[in-house]
């Protein structure tokens, strides 16, 4: 049986403070390019004009990178772990998903 190991790289040391500290700063900035790649993914999708399209898509893919980007620095920083998920969590949402899906009404 597989043992579920958490997966990050060593933390840095941040200071102890009632005030944000880098951490607090730099999740804020994660959950805020969040946010913004999905308002930006709604506005591109739901677009009335080509160019209007084209100027939210590339707004978009430069939220993208700089989500990419945070999460990279996080998790080299140890800011940011990941849970492996077992092979029968896997299966168990994969047998989840297959049931919702025969129930949809268009397949």
């Known amino acids: 049986m597989n043992q579920q190991q958490h997966v990050q790289n060593p933390k840095i040391q941040i200071p102890t403070t009632s005030a944000m500290t880098d951490q607090d700063y730099i999740t804020d900035m994660l959950s805020t390019e969040k946010y913004i790649t999905v308002s930006y993914s709604i506005a591109e999708h739901e677009a009335s004009h080509e160019a209007y399209y084209q100027t939210i898509h590339q707004a978009n893919n430069e939220?993208?990178?700089?989500?990419?980007?945070?999460?990279?620095?996080?998790?080299?920083?140890?800011?940011?772990?990941?849970?492996?998920?077992?092979?029968?969590?896997?299966?168990?949402?994969?047998?989840?998903?297959?049931?919702?899906k025969a129930q949809l009404p268009y397949q």
């Open 63 to 100: 939220a993208s990178q700089m989500q990419r980007s945070l999460y990279e620095t996080m998790f080299r920083k140890g800011l940011y772990g990941l849970t492996p998920t077992q092979d029968t969590q896997i299966q168990q949402s994969y047998q989840q998903h297959t049931t919702d």
